[in-house]
């Protein structure tokens, strides 16, 4: 069965730090990959799609970046962190295009 | 963009009674999903639903696809305790360029009195 991991579970960074936040999925292949953040009392908001190696899609304009170095991990960055990054990220896969998404138990990131 | 609209924000019910909430949208989704979120936790998905008028149970959650295809809602019959959580509906729309990001709605936030 496919499995999903996300770290770290928790993190605390300084404004003006690096990030870099880690998803691999594992038991399938090619997965369409997305990256979320969800703040505090609110749904979900994309960041980030992914439908292959390299190809990354950009929904909202921000600090952040994403890569996708390898088939199945897919990374979330930023060279300096800003207060208002603060939140909960979440990375989620879905086997293509229009079939649901499931999510990895997230990051919680606090920005001091 | 999308927007959804899930009601209601949040329901304080005793443990038995029956829960009902819903989602509704500007525009159409060619897929409506279900999800619970424990804290702490990503949303787990309960139901997902991809025909205009599908009527679909998992145990004792039962969740319709809108025929207008712009709303959806979602049934637990006879609540228990670890039904206590938030709910999610997020519609999937495949766009031209591939695209399929969830929408989400804010989220019902569900209470359980012993």
């Known amino acids: 069965s496919q499995t999903i991991h996300q770290w770290p579970a928790t993190l605390v960074q300084p404004v003006g730090s690096p990030l870099s936040l880690e998803c691999t999925v594992e038991?399938?292949?090619?997965?369409?990959l997305y990256w979320y953040r969800q703040a505090a009392g609110r749904g979900l908001q994309l960041l980030f799609y992914s439908v292959g190696i390299g190809q990354i899609s950009s929904e909202v304009p921000q600090n952040l970046s994403a890569s996708r170095p390898q088939d199945r991990q897919f990374i979330l960055s930023s060279k300096k962190l800003l207060l208002s990054d603060s939140g909960f990220y979440l990375c989620?896969?879905?086997?293509?295009?229009?079939?649901?998404?499931?999510f990895g138990d997230g990051t919680r990131l606090s920005i001091l | 963009g999308q927007q959804l609209n899930q009601s209601p924000q949040s329901m304080f019910i005793q443990e038995g009674e029956d829960v009902s909430m819903n989602c509704t949208s500007s525009?159409?989704?060619?897929?409506w999903l279900w999800y619970k979120q424990d804290p702490g936790e990503g949303p787990v998905l309960l139901i997902a639903?991809?025909?205009?008028?599908e009527l679909t149970s998992n145990g004792r959650l039962t969740a319709q696809f809108g025929i207008t295809r712009k709303d959806s809602f979602l049934n637990i019959s006879a609540s228990i305790p670890s039904d206590v959580g938030i709910y999610f509906c997020a519609g999937l729309e495949i766009s031209g360029g591939g695209a399929d990001g969830l929408t989400f709605g804010k989220g019902t936030h569900l209470i359980i009195q012993p």
């Open positions: 639903l991809y025909k205009a008028g």
């Open positions: 989620a896969w879905s086997v293509r295009v229009g079939q649901p998404q499931h």
């Open positions: 525009s159409i989704f060619n897929t």
């Open positions: 038991g399938t292949s090619n997965p369409n």
